[in-house]
């Protein structure tokens, strides 16, 4: 809702909005520190309370346009923040990294 609002709570969007410009000004203010901050703006991701659901599972790729044709797996995130923490991503500071299955059809 940070990039596509729409019929939902209007302060659930600006919160999500807010939050990735807060990550990009703490990677400004503190990245010449060492500090790197990034944010990761996970699409709808599979939980027990969705599993619970079974026919809202099956639903919601097609109801949400998801283009990849289901939801996040948790583990799909934990491996995104992972690597962000890793050494590998040493250089990457002030990234808004989205992980939808290609939801957000914005630029």
Do not use: C
């Amino acid at each position: 809702m940070a990039r596509q609002p729409g019929a939902g709570p209007a302060p659930y969007g600006a919160a999500k909005a807010a939050l990735t410009s807060l990550g990009k000004s703490l990677a400004e203010e503190f990245g010449p520190q060492g500090v790197r901050v990034n944010t990761v703006t996970p699409g709808v991701t599979r939980t027990s309370m969705i599993d619970q659901q079974a026919e809202l599972l099956q639903q919601m790729p097609q109801a949400l346009n998801i283009t990849s044709g289901r939801v996040n797996e948790p583990d799909e995130v934990a491996a995104l923040i992972a690597f962000l923490f890793s050494d590998l991503a040493g250089n990457i500071l002030g990234a808004e990294y989205v992980i939808d299955g290609g939801m957000i059809k914005t630029l």
